[in-house]
């Protein structure tokens, strides 16, 4: 059997309709077939390679790591050093409240350590979240998402989840005192990159500080440079209590974090001890990998460029059946009048060269989030067979 058969047969598959490229290698902003095709990665594999695939310090970080240790105990009983570093760097990218960090796998344990850790806090049971948000699909993620389509074969989930209009200012009023956390995306990312006003998080910081509640931002798409700051919420003038990252993270390898400050945090601590637990939670090889991509990030100076390329893409896709272009940095949504206009447009692209793709909860939109590393070479190919997909 060959790598499609028994991807076929084997795998355990997500859709009748796997895009079924197989990769052989890849670099920088490219991935590379078995017969040596070349494709611009456009997404990041969803948000995830900000500083491109395999950049050469992370994997120097790796290499060095492996001649070291790998997993010696679950998380949080022995010092090791690509843990300690990685928290440091992190809390020195941060404002001096979120000054603790819990290291897992993936973002949604980080959005289910954060739910966890709110509800400790404060006592409280009730969670708001936003119509069309994408938090991840574990039950507690799943159930804090905003689209039914993607929960009403799974429940009963979690109970006390009221969903608000993101942007909406009228519904900040169903924050409450009986509120232990609103968890918001501060880019919406699934439903096709809104973006929220600047007023309206401020007035969302006063509402949870007036009720007490915890503010937690996910920023599992949005950060680690993705918008043209490091973390997404410094465009609004705000800090939330819980800060939710993952995807970008890790430079192509498995983390996530949820980030407080120290007090908060230390609930998990009694009354149960052990009130969260992760067997691989920063895993020191994805701990080195991290790390390394935030030296990435700082020293080669990624987030100076953010807007001008997002500009120059913006620039370059003008064509009549593009009816818009929304954005936060590179973090972008390029819409068509339907999904049926769009996706030929995505299976021609990617048939010519390109990896892009469409959003869970906004079909008619297609999804342009390349490594932050992108040339603007790249960029005007990338752009030039986009184009070309839609000519055709």
């Known amino acids: 059997m060959n790598n499609r058969q028994i991807f076929l047969t084997h795998q355990a598959q997500t859709t009748d309709f796997p895009l079924m490229i197989e990769i052989e290698r890849a670099e920088g902003v490219y991935m590379y077939g078995p017969e040596g095709k070349s494709y611009i990665d456009l997404i990041s594999g969803i948000g995830v390679s900000n500083v491109g695939h395999r950049h050469p310090k992370v994997i120097e970080a790796i290499q060095n790591q492996l001649d070291k240790y790998l997993h010696l105990m679950v998380y949080g009983e022995y010092i090791q050093s690509p843990q300690t570093q990685l928290a440091k760097a992190i809390v020195e990218t941060l404002p001096p409240s979120l000054d603790n960090v819990y290291f897992v796998n993936s973002g949604s344990e980080a959005v289910e350590g954060a739910l966890k850790l709110a509800k400790r806090y404060t006592n409280r049971a009730q969670i708001i979240s ?23 074969a799974y429940r009963p989930l979690l109970p ?25 995306e501060t880019i919406q990312g699934e439903a096709g990159i809104m973006v929220a006003c600047k007023e309206y998080f401020k007035a969302l910081r006063n509402r949870c500080d007036e009720t007490g509640t915890l503010l937690i931002l996910d920023e599992i798409q949005a950060g680690f440079g993705r918008t043209g700051k490091f973390w997404a919420f410094e465009h609004f003038g705000i800090v939330p209590d819980i800060l939710v990252c993952a995807k970008g993270m890790g430079g192509g390898m498995p983390i996530g974090a949820f980030i407080a400050n120290k007090e908060v945090m230390g609930v998990f601590k009694d009354n149960p001890l052990l009130g969260h637990i992760t067997t691989f939670g920063g ?74 793709d469409w959003f869970l909860f906004c079909d008619d939109s297609m999804r342009i989030a390349p490594p932050l590393v992108i040339s603007e070479a790249e960029i005007e190919q990338a752009c030039e067979i986009i184009l070309e997909a839609i000519n055709s």
């Open 130 to 152: 936003c119509v069309n948000a994408y938090h991840g699909s574990s039950q507690g993620a799943l159930s804090v998402g905003g689209n039914e389509i993607f929960k009403r």
């Open 283 to 356: 895993h020191p090889v994805s701990a080195v990998a991290s790390l390394a991509t935030i030296r990435v990030i700082q020293e080669e100076n990624l987030l100076e460029k953010v807007e001008q390329k997002a500009d120059l893409i913006k620039k370059l896709l003008v064509h009549p059946k593009i009816k818009g272009i929304r954005n936060k940095g590179l973090m972008m949504a390029v819409q068509f009048e339907s999904f049926e206009v769009l996706k030929p447009i995505i299976d021609k692209a990617i048939e010519l060269g390109v990896i892009t």
């Open 160 to 184: 006390g989840i009221t969903n608000v209009v993101y942007g909406s200012f009228t519904q900040l009023s169903l924050i409450t005192e009986n509120t232990a956390a609103v968890i918001m």
